[in-house]
């Protein structure tokens, strides 16, 4: 196995604006505005899907919800596992997403496509292989120590094992737009490679650390699948906001599921501003591509 430096790739070609080229032709016109209805269609479907959320429920449906000991301990709890995740997850994605920007060893493509798999993997099988993970001797021996399934730490592991494949993700992105050659300048003037990681490298990515550090709480946020699997939907001990949603939904209670879906959606939206603010939508581009 080498780790020896990669060339970094050139960035790539920033399209043009949104506005029309100038001297756009009367067919440009058509054939864009042919575009913006096609891509409408979706754009409204979205904005219907929130209005409808909107007219389901009220503001007093939606303190009744915010009063409710289940719906505040899932609010706690979510806030809680959302933020051990994150920090999880920045953990192991900050050395993976370098070590795969900067190095290039004998299965690298192997190891790349193993750090996909949960993003590609459905959420439900996600969490069922947890669940059989920890039915193995190496499994009931940990939860000898402490208890893991159906509890607390599940939750955060099944969030972290999706979470975190975005941060990694978001980090190699970053580390690929980072050229090496500043690495390269200090360590020539007596700087070892760690010192040129923490005084140079990591500087220049806390962007991308912050986009994928957003992207991960987000993501922690709504996971569902994994969670109910792993987890189970035990009120005032594994409930989160989406399994939030669903006992609401299961009881009739639809009112406060909408209004507990309609709190998620004001996260999600207030997440996604602070990606575009400090991030950049190129950051968000990197986290979300396989």
């Known amino acids: 196995m080498s780790f020896l430096p990669e060339k970094s790739p050139s960035p790539p070609h920033s399209p043009p604006g949104g506005h029309l080229p100038p001297g756009a032709s009367g067919r440009d016109r058509v054939f864009f505005a042919c575009l913006w209805i096609l891509g409408g269609v979706y754009l409204v ?74 993003i590609v993997l459905p959420p439900l099988v996600i969490g069922l292989s947890l669940l059989i993970l920890f039915q193995t001797p190496p499994g009931k021996a940990l939860e000898r120590w402490i208890s893991v399934t159906y509890a607390i730490p599940s939750v955060i592991l099944a969030q972290f094992m999706v979470a975190a494949a975005f941060a990694v993700r978001t980090l190699r992105g970053t580390f690929d737009h980072i050229s090496p050659r500043q690495e390269q300048v200090a360590m020539t003037l007596g700087c070892s490679r760690s010192q ?82 400090f991030g950049g939508s190129r950051s968000l581009e990197q986290g979300v591509r396989p």
């Open 196 to 277: 040129a990681f923490w005084l140079i490298v990591l500087p220049e990515a806390r962007r991308g650390l912050l986009t994928a550090a957003t992207l991960a709480w987000a993501r922690s946020l709504g996971e569902f699948g994994p969670i109910l699997i792993f987890s189970g939907a035990t009120r005032f001990k594994t409930e989160v906001l989406p399994t939030t949603v669903f006992l609401e939904l299961s009881v009739g209670h639809l009112e406060a599921a909408v209004a507990v879906s309609l709190l998620m959606v004001m996260a999600a939206v207030a997440v996604l501003l602070l990606i575009r603010a």
């Open 45 to 118: 479907l979205i904005l219907a899907m929130l209005i409808a959320d909107l007219t389901y429920t009220s503001p007093s449906h939606f303190l009744q919800a915010l009063r409710s000991p289940e719906i505040r301990y899932s609010i706690r709890l979510s806030l809680l596992s959302c933020t051990l995740t994150t920090v999880l997850s920045l953990w192991v994605a900050v050395p993976i997403g370098y070590l795969m920007s900067r190095t290039h060893f004998r299965g690298k493509g192997l190891v790349d496509a193993l750090l996909d798999i949960p």
